[in-house]
């Protein structure tokens, strides 16, 4: 049900756990669905697509900050006491994302993130697009699909993206066009020189030092009040 792509498909299923014949040996279970798909709103995924979630249904950015705390700082032992617990926060856990944030910015970011945020060449090699001023137009010539991407707002038209979540073609065109896209790792100087004065708390970084040794960075800012993926 959580899963289902329309309306209708959701009916259906409520349709079959309703008359499947274990739910009606259990009536609190029968209620419980009933409340449940009552709520609908609230949880199936094909009625939260005018949301703007950038693909967070859920609030695991959370729980993966908490699995932080239990696993790298606190090593899955228990603090002797809460102070010590206020020191680890206070200090290993800033170092553990001080070093998480000068890791993106030098362009050393964890795998999961360029397998997330950096498309191949096999990836690249059907699309094309075409800049309509204020969209710019996503052909795919393999799959013969079109999608339209609006980079100032950070969404596709595609299926993938109806909610805002980075998808290829995003990232295709900002790429192509070196802009810095802000919900995908960083891509120009100045974004990395951001990211460097929030992990050290200093603004004194040699000229230069973020820049690209292949190209110059071209200085096209793009409004988005999009988070950046640590
Ligand atoms: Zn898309």
Redesign the pocket.
């Known amino acids: 049900m959580l899963y289902s792509k329309t309306f209708v498909e959701l009916e259906i299923f409520y349709q079959e756990i309703m008359n499947d014949d274990l739910t009606k040996q259990y009536s609190r279970f029968e209620s419980y669905v009933v409340g449940l798909f009552q709520r609908r709103n609230e949880w199936a995924l094909c009625l939260r697509q005018s949301l703007i979630t950038r693909g967070q249904n859920t609030n695991n950015i959370c729980e993966a900050g908490v699995k932080i705390v239990k696993d790298t700082i606190l090593d899955r032992t228990r603090a002797y006491s809460p102070v010590q617990l206020f020191f680890f926060i206070v200090n290993d856990l800033e170092k553990f994302y001080e070093m998480k944030l000068l890791d993106i910015a030098a362009n050393r970011p964890a795998q999961y993130l360029k397998k997330k945020c950096i498309l191949t060449e096999s990836q690249k090699e059907h699309l094309e697009f075409k800049d309509l001023e204020s969209t710019y137009e996503?052909k795919n010539n393999h799959k013969n699909t079109l999608?339209h991407?609006d980079l100032d707002l950070g969404i596709?038209?595609?299926p993938?993206?109806c909610t805002g979540k980075p998808?290829?073609?995003?990232i295709f065109v900002a790429s192509s066009l070196n802009v810095d896209l802000k919900l995908c790792l960083p891509t120009n100087e100045e974004t990395r020189k951001a990211l460097h004065i929030i992990a050290t708390g200093s603004s004194e970084i040699e000229n230069g030092w973020y820049g690209s040794i292949l190209k110059q960075p071209q200085s096209i800012s793009v409004n988005t009040e999009n988070k950046i993926l640590v």
């Open positions: 996503v999608y991407v596709c038209s595609c993938e993206d998808c290829k073609h995003q």
